[in-house]
């Protein structure tokens, strides 16, 4: 699984190397895919600050203290729910950019309505935030893990230019 993400790991890699910048990553339903493909790279050292997977309410709380102030308005797997992560792991680590991911791998849909295959995935970096939401249809959690951590790599690609 890991293996075809390489390629676009590869890329991000070299654009944050040469640019001397710094990433780090809080994700849910990816389960440490984006981290692990961004890690794979020889020297991921020089760019790679740390990564959270933020699966239950706890991690949440433990490793990003997120308040429930913050989330006052916010659902979870939503696109402003992956925003909030990307805020907090990059303000915790003091990162260039951060990605974060929220979602429902299947096989079955989550409590708060949505349907396996939904993620949101958020960037932030020096040049704003952007964030989006996919939708696989598929109920494979394999298949929609793969899914989201190409859609995150994607989307981070692009918002490094």
């Keep these: 699984m890991i293996d075809e993400l390489l390629p676009q790991a590869e890329r991000i890699a070299a654009r944050l190397k040469a640019r001397g910048e710094t990433i780090s990553i809080a994700e849910s339903s990816t389960a440490g895919l984006i981290s692990a493909a961004l890690l794979a790279i020889a020297g991921a050292s020089a760019y790679f600050m740390g990564g959270a997977v933020v699966y239950t309410r706890q991690s949440?709380?433990?490793?990003?203290?997120?308040?429930?102030?913050?989330?006052?308005?916010?659902?979870?797997?939503?696109?402003?729910?992956?925003?909030?992560?990307?805020?907090?792991?990059?303000?915790?680590?003091?990162?260039?950019?951060?990605?974060?991911?929220?979602?429902?791998?299947?096989?079955?849909?989550?409590?708060?309505?949505?349907?396996?295959?939904?993620?949101?995935?958020?960037?932030?970096?020096?040049?704003?935030?952007?964030?989006?939401?996919?939708?696989?249809?598929?109920?494979?959690?394999?298949d929609n893990m793969r899914a989201f951590s190409v859609a995150a790599l994607d989307l981070l690609e692009r918002g490094l230019g």
């Design 60 to 142: 949440r709380a433990a490793l990003l203290e997120v308040t429930e102030q913050e989330l006052t308005g916010i659902t979870p797997s939503t696109e402003a729910y992956a925003l909030l992560f990307a805020r907090k792991i990059r303000g915790k680590l003091g990162t260039s950019w951060s990605v974060g991911e929220t979602g429902t791998a299947g096989p079955t849909g989550s409590r708060y309505g949505h349907a396996a295959g939904h993620s949101c995935i958020a960037v932030i970096g020096p040049n704003g935030e952007r964030s989006i939401t996919v939708e696989t249809g598929n109920s494979d959690r394999l």
